[in-house]
């Protein structure tokens, strides 16, 4: 199925006219400050609260905040949890912020936790894949990012010297990414849009150089009493690629920019949620993220 995008000319490229009219299109429809930046301001008696850096575009600028353990031991190993790098996938930032507010604690004896809860908190207000530059944040993760979302999340923690041994970064599959943002997408770039099927439940991506088999498992078993796993398609995959266990896929992390893979972290993973079936609700959404953070470190604890 294709289907053409609003903004610019079949199998040309956009130019910087059709990246104006894009974002000219778009609106705030839910505020950083009050769902995102009050929590975490709630959060500075358990833990440290750090402003990374500062996203600056023309028509607002947004702080970028970390929270983390204190004291920092230098004896436990580093877990780190990213959410909302796509700040339409909502249940990635507010999984992050739920953790922080009712499991976090239950960690700190085993890990120095730091959480990023919403590193594109223009893509949260305004429901969008993209940042005002029409630039993936997911997709630049690399040297001299062109996405200031992820040069300055990478900054701070090379500053800081935090290399983690665990990430796992917080996403959503939502029905708009084969009603928005691949049309969008094939649009931006000028090539074709084939759709791909939504799969119907939590599943996760493993990054294929780093796919720790028993880990992702651990978390799909900590997921399963919470909300249900999507099964494989008829050609055994969820959105193209092979289904490798039960509710997994992989992805080579680093070439293709991708959050999870942005650091050395040998457990590692992007969790997929699908806030969209019938079978579901926000507050289960949550629930399977938290889920999911829990089951990580609760079996990356046992490894050391």
């Given at each position: 199925?294709?289907?053409?995008?609003?903004?610019?000319?079949?199998?040309k490229p956009w130019s910087s006219a059709e990246k104006k009219a894009w974002l000219s299109a778009q609106s705030k429809q839910r505020d950083y400050g009050?769902?995102?930046v009050r929590?975490?301001?709630?959060?500075?008696?358990?833990?440290?609260v750090e402003t990374y850096g500062e996203l600056a575009y023309a028509e607002h600028t947004y702080p970028l905040f970390i929270v983390r353990s204190q004291p920092w031991r230098d004896d436990l190993p580093t877990a780190l949890v990213t959410g909302g790098v796509h700040g339409y996938e909502t249940s990635g930032v507010h999984g992050a912020l739920y953790f922080l507010e009712t499991e976090a604690v239950n960690h700190l004896a085993r890990f120095n936790l730091?959480?990023?809860?919403?590193?594109?908190?223009?893509?949260?207000?305004?429901i969008n894949r993209w940042n005002p530059d029409a630039i993936d944040p997911n997709r630049s993760f690399v040297a001299n990012s062109p996405a200031q979302e992820c040069a300055l999340l990478m900054k701070y923690l090379a500053a800081q010297n935090i290399q983690p041994d665990v990430h796992i970064d917080l996403h959503e599959t939502t029905d708009t990414d084969n009603s928005e943002f691949r049309p969008a997408l094939a649009a931006r770039d000028g090539t074709t849009n084939d759709n791909w099927n939504i799969p119907d439940g939590f599943y996760l991506v493993a990054d294929s150089q780093r796919s720790e088999p028993e880990f992702q498992r651990a978390i799909i078993e900590q997921v399963k009493p919470v909300t249900h796993i999507a099964p494989a398609d008829d050609h055994g995959c969820l959105i193209g690629a092979p289904m490798?266990?039960?509710?997994?896929?992989?992805?080579d992390a680093r070439p293709l920019?991708?959050?999870?893979?942005?650091?050395?972290?040998?457990?590692?993973?992007?969790?997929e949620?699908?806030?969209d079936s019938p079978n579901t609700n926000p507050v289960e959404c949550v629930d399977a993220q938290v889920?999911?953070?829990?089951?990580?470190?609760?079996?990356a604890g046992t490894q050391r």
């Amino acid at each position: 199925m294709t289907q053409q995008y609003p903004i610019g000319t079949p199998r040309k490229p956009w130019s910087s006219a059709e990246k104006k009219a894009w974002l000219s299109a778009q609106s705030k429809q839910r505020d950083y400050g009050n769902d995102v930046v009050r929590r975490i301001d709630h959060l500075r008696e358990l833990f440290q609260v750090e402003t990374y850096g500062e996203l600056a575009y023309a028509e607002h600028t947004y702080p970028l905040f970390i929270v983390r353990s204190q004291p920092w031991r230098d004896d436990l190993p580093t877990a780190l949890v990213t959410g909302g790098v796509h700040g339409y996938e909502t249940s990635g930032v507010h999984g992050a912020l739920y953790f922080l507010e009712t499991e976090a604690v239950n960690h700190l004896a085993r890990f120095n936790l730091i959480v990023a809860p919403c590193i594109s908190p223009w893509g949260y207000e305004t429901i969008n894949r993209w940042n005002p530059d029409a630039i993936d944040p997911n997709r630049s993760f690399v040297a001299n990012s062109p996405a200031q979302e992820c040069a300055l999340l990478m900054k701070y923690l090379a500053a800081q010297n935090i290399q983690p041994d665990v990430h796992i970064d917080l996403h959503e599959t939502t029905d708009t990414d084969n009603s928005e943002f691949r049309p969008a997408l094939a649009a931006r770039d000028g090539t074709t849009n084939d759709n791909w099927n939504i799969p119907d439940g939590f599943y996760l991506v493993a990054d294929s150089q780093r796919s720790e088999p028993e880990f992702q498992r651990a978390i799909i078993e900590q997921v399963k009493p919470v909300t249900h796993i999507a099964p494989a398609d008829d050609h055994g995959c969820l959105i193209g690629a092979p289904m490798v266990q039960e509710g997994v896929i992989e992805y080579d992390a680093r070439p293709l920019g991708l959050c999870m893979g942005m650091t050395q972290a040998r457990f590692v993973t992007t969790t997929e949620v699908y806030p969209d079936s019938p079978n579901t609700n926000p507050v289960e959404c949550v629930d399977a993220q938290v889920a999911a953070v829990r089951g990580a470190l609760d079996f990356a604890g046992t490894q050391r």
